[in-house]
C-alpha cells in the first residue's frame, strides 16, 4: 500500500476486524534535507526519510499501543495482534477514549521542497559573516535543514485529518577562545518557512555570538543575595516549559500540580499574558492535529496573570472532569509589555542577566535550583561583567508573582515568541 490513506483506512478496519471497539492510527511522514558545518567548514549534505505508524486500540476500557516504522500490509497485520494482546493484557480505565466524528480536514503550510542552493548561499554567508565579525568564535557545528512532515490521523468514530507543514531550522553551536582563556558552550535555534534573510539576522544569534566572545573574560563570583533576575528570551522558554508541566495530564492526574485549585485564579502579575498559538501564521513550528486526535486550535493559557486553561488532553480531561484543551500546548508567544530591554536594566540595583539556565525538574511545590549559563552580572543598572557559572534558585510561583517588567522587545523564534522578563527576589549566589 502506497496511499497514505488507504494505509489509515486499513489500520483502522483491522484494528476493528481484530475485536477492538474502539481504534485510531496516526501516520507521520518525515523527510529532512541536511546541510552540516563541523568545525568552521562545510561537511554534509543529505537527506533522511522517517515513516512513524502508532496504532491505538481500546477494548473495554483497556487500551493496547503500539509503534512501528514499516507500513506493509504483514507488519500491519501483526501490529494489530500485538495491540490486542496488550489491550487484553491491560488494566481497565474509562477514561481511555478517542476523539468524536469530526468534519474532515486537510491542512497546509510552507514550501513543498527546499531550496537547497539558497541554504547553501545561507551557510556560506553565514560562514564568512562569523569569521570576519567574531574571529574569536570557533563553530563547532552548525546544522541547517529543511523538514517537511505529513501526518495522517483515523479514527473509528469516523475522524479524518490530514497535515503537511515544512519549515527551515537552524542551529549553531559555538564556543570562543582568546590565548588560554575559553568561554562556556553555547548555542542558538531558530526556524523559518522562508530563508528571506542572513542567518545571522535570525532569532538571537548575533547577540549570543557576540555575547560568547564577551564571555572569555568571564569572572568569579563568591557574593550571595537576593536580587533581580532579567531573563533573556532564550531562557524564557525553559520557565514557561517548567509551568506548563504543572498544568498538563501527569501533575493534574496525580493531583500534586502546584496550580491544580487555580483555574480562574490569578497565579501571576497582571503583566503576564501566555498564549499557545499552534496555528498562527507567526510561527514556522506550529501544528495542526493534537495528539488525541482534534483539530487544533488557539488557546490563551494564561490571561493578565489569571489561569485560564490547562493543559490536558483527552485522557486527562477524562481522569481529572476537567475540560480538555483545545490544542496540546507549545508554539507559546508571551504578549509584550511597556518597558524596554535598557529600561529594565537600568532598574537593576543587584541581580543578573539570566541567558541559559540548567537545572533538574522541579519539585511538586515548584521549587527550583540550577546553574545560570552565559549570564552577565548587573549592578546599579549597568551590566558589569559575564559570570562564571553561578547558582539561582526560586519558586514557581513566587516567580511568577514576582514579575516586575516585561519588555516591549520581542524575538520570534520560529516555535516561540518571547519578550525579557525583569523577576525581584531571586537568590543569586556563587561558589
Known sequence: MKDRKDITEYCVEALQKAGLQKSECFLHDTRKD????????ISLLRTTDDTSLILNGILDNKKGT??????DRQSIDDAVKKVLDLAESSEADSAN????????????KGAQAPDLDLMYTRMKDFLKYSSEHYPSLILEQAILDFTNINKYYRNSNGADLQSRRSSYSFVPMFTSKEGTEISSFNYATFSTT???????????????MKQSTEQVRSREFQDKFDGDIIITPDCLGTFIYMIAMYLS?????????????SLG????DPQLTLHSRPLSDELAEGYFITGDGFTAENST????????????SLYGANKTGRTRAVNRGNAYVVDPGAHTVDEMTGSVERGILLCRFSGGRPSENGDFSGVAKNSYYIE???????????MISGNLKNLLGNIKRISRERVNFGDTILPWIQVGDTAIFGK
Open 265 to 268: 485564579s490569578e497565579i501571576a
Open 34 to 41: 541536511e546541510l552540516n558545518v563541523d568545525s568552521g567548514e
Open 97 to 108: 477514549d478517542i476523539s468524536p466524528m469530526q468534519p474532515p480536514a486537510v491542512f497546509e
Open 66 to 71: 503500539i509503534s512501528i516504522n514499516k507500513i
Open 194 to 208: 522562508e530563508l528571506d534573510r542572513n542567518l545571522h539576522e535570525c532569532g538571537t544569534i548575533d547577540i549570543l
Open 380 to 390: 546599579n543598572g549597568e551590566i558589569k561583567y559575564p559570570v562564571k557559572e553561578i
Open 249 to 261: 495530564d501527569y501533575p493534574m492526574i496525580k493531583g500534586t500540580s502546584i496550580f491544580k485549585d
Open 301 to 312: 493559557i494564561i490571561s493578565k496573570g489569571v489561569l485560564n486553561s490547562f493543559i490536558l
